[in-house]
Structures are given as structure tokens and as C-alpha cells.
């Protein structure tokens, strides 16, 4: 079944990725891997759950805010290779939640990103990652998502 | 010589790993390279060393939390490939010491893992890293290793 | 255009790397690809700008670090291959920054390492990253860059 059919049905919208504001790329494109920068849970260029988790920000709120860092990273794929449906395997996605020390939450913040991949690519989308917490992200966002995708 | 054996000499065990809580695997496999997702010090299900290192974990617990965490990734990888007679080379370790911002010694505690790939696989132990500080850890670990291994 | 004529060019020197203190390497070459491990901002084996960023250490200050980290990177990979003229393609940059956890200027201060590749490379050094806020770095160092090096 084709990936970007899949997103459709699941009234996913595809974003088209900014231009990093630095001397960096979106993504680069390997031997048909894709490293994806690490991506902050913008909509329409607003940043959304800034903050730290476990202060201002909730498990939740950085659950949804990893959800979308994700289908960002899907829009930079789709932006360097034309259509996630030549998305082959997602292979890790590397988990950053801004979080208090004491807290051993950042699984379930990063779930946001796992589950959407795995909504929308189903087997193909199960990768390995690491959630871990991290002392302040860029703009003070509550959560940042990098990826490797492996392209056909 | 074998590497399985080695381990048998040195007393150690390979783990079987758990199923991940999450829409994640333990490791993914592409083009002869393993990720192995994040390991935890988890020995029999159970967490070892919990907490800050600097604070209430000591250097020397959580080099023996790294240690573990080497080794069960090493779990994940023989359940992936059936040996790890099949392991030619460990290319990085991901180390990540949940400790006190001051602090500067994340290098000592991720030995632990540089160390336990050295004495089983030598050369091909020998492997690129980075050791950093994190404000937070799933489960309230205090160390976490992911892997990047090739195998042939 | 050689890079190591415009490094020549630009003043900048590509210095030997030190040998790790531990049981892992600089750097990893597999399949054309090098991992070069997380390196601080050392010259001539003193840690320039110790520190947390935010608090001691400014962050023109990290910036500066992180272009002398990633120059020590190409010096790891220059000690690997020869020259780095057979660099094909910086492909990522990790970016530490030991910072407190309000704070969101991890962008610029791995901008340096960002700058430094792209003043050297052009097109070829322009790459993947993310850059977070870390908890404590290796001997107390305000920044740290790992990089993966696509080399022909």
C-alpha cells in the first residue's frame, strides 16, 4: 500500500520542511540513507509545547509535540526524494526531550514519534531509537526528533 | 577465535532481550550495519543503579551499569543474527550518563561499555563513541548505551 | 578545489589528534564512511572554554568551541585517510552543548562547527545535525561535536 495514501486516510498532512536557519541541512542522502537534522514540533513555522517537560510542559503535550517533530521529518524525506513511498525502512529515530532530571519519562514523550511512524508505515516503520533527556533544545522547545530512513 | 567463546572464558552471559514497552525494536538491521536502540543496566528485568550519577550513583556503579548495558546490547544483537561469531566490527557507542551538570565525567563511566567490547571482541571491539551528560533517563536510569555494529 | 589548499588558505591548521584516553578509537572507517568520535575544543591538549554555557561561558564563546571541535574532527579524519581531499560528503554533526536548561541557543553555538565545514568543504560540507543541551560534558567541556564523513 502506498505511504502517502496511508497519511491521507489518517488525515495526515505532509509538511513542506523550512529552510534551517544556519549553514545545515534539512537532510542528507548517503548510499539511500537519509539523515534527517533534528526536527522541533513546528506548525506552520509556530513552535508548539515549548518548555521543559515535568515543569511547564506535560507528558502528554511533549507526546503530541514528537508526533509532530516526526511527520516533520517526513516532510523532509518526501522533499529530498519526491514520495515517502520510496521509503524503505525507518531505521532510528533519535529521541531528545527537554526534561527535568529526576524524571524517566522521555519513552513515553518519544512514543509520540514511534507510534506515528509505525501508523504509516506499519512493519516498515519499526526502528531502533534512544529517548533520552536532555538539559534545553532549540527556541526552548520541549522535544526534538532526528531520524535515518533508508530509501529505495 | 569465537567471540561467543570469549564471553564463556570471561564468565559472561548473553542476554535475551525483552520486547521493547513501545512501537520500537530492539535493534533494526540494514545493509550489514545493526542499530541497536538504547540499552538500560537491566539485569533479569530489573534496573540497576537508578538515579543521578554525582548524586545518589557512584562513577564505579555506573561503569558497572555501562558494562551491563554493552552486554545486552550485545543480547540484541545475537538474537538478530543468531551469533556473534557474525560480528566484524563495533562502530559506535551512543553513551549517556544521566549526572550532575558540573560534572565531567562521563568519559569514566562509559568505559564501562568501551571497556567489555574491548575485552570480548578486541580489534574489532575497538569503536567510535561520544559520552555525554543527560538531564533525565527512561526509567530513571542512570546510564544508557545505544550501538552501532557491522556484522558480516 | 583541494580542502586542504582553502583550510591552507583560510590560516587554519589540521592538527594531529591525541590518542583517547580509554578503550575506543577516534575514529571508525566501514564502507567509506568514517565515525568520528564526540571531540572537544582542545588546542594543543588544553580545553578551551570550560564550562556551562549560560553560566560561565558565553555563547560566542561556545560557538568558538565548536569550530575548534570540529577542526579536530577533520584532524581525525586526515589521520585516517591521508588527506582531506578524499572527503566526499560531511553527512552529520552531533551537537553538545553543556547548557542550562532554559536556554535554547544550541543552534548557535554548533553553528561554529556548521560555519567552520561549510567555509572548507561548500556544498560538500553541508550536512545533517542536531544540536542539544546537554547535562554535563567529558572533562567539563562546554561543547562537544561528533560527526559521520562520507569519503571516496
Redesign the interface.
Known amino acids: 500500500m502506498s505511504f502517502e495514501k496511508k497519511m491521507e486516510e489518517l488525515g495526515m498532512k505532509i509538511p513542506v520542511p523550512g529552510k534551517p ?8 542522502l ?2 539511500n ?1 537519509i ?4 526536527q522541533l514540533p513546528m506548525v506552520d513555522g509556530s513552535l508548539q509545547f515549548p518548555g ?1 517537560v515535568g515543569e511547564t510542559v506535560t507528558e502528554e503535550q511533549a507526546y503530541q509535540g514528537a508526533r509532530i517533530c516526526a511527520i516533520n521529518a517526513l516532510g523532509v524525506v518526501k522533499s529530498m526524494i519526491g514520495s515517502l513511498d520510496r521509503v524503505e ?1 525507518i ?4 529521541g ?12 513515553k514523550c518519544i ?1 509520540g514519534a ?2 506515528v ?2 501508523e504509516i508505515f506499519g512493519e516498515a ?17 520541549s522535544v ?1 526528533v ?1 531520524m ?1 530512513v ?1 530509501v529505495k
Chains 1, 2, 3 share one sequence.
Open positions: 536557519a544556519a549553514a545545515y541541512e534539512p537532510g542528507v548517503v548510499d540513507m539523515y534527517v537534522s533534528g521543559v525502512r531505521v532510528k529515530v533519535e531528545f526531550v527537554n526534561s527535568v532530571q529526576e524524571a524517566g519519562y522521555q519513552p512514543n514511534s507510534d511512524l509505525v516503520g519499526k526502528h531502533a531509537r534512544f529517548a533520552i533527556g536532555t538539559s534545553g533544545l532549540p527556541l526552548g522547545s526534538e532526528g535515518i533508508k
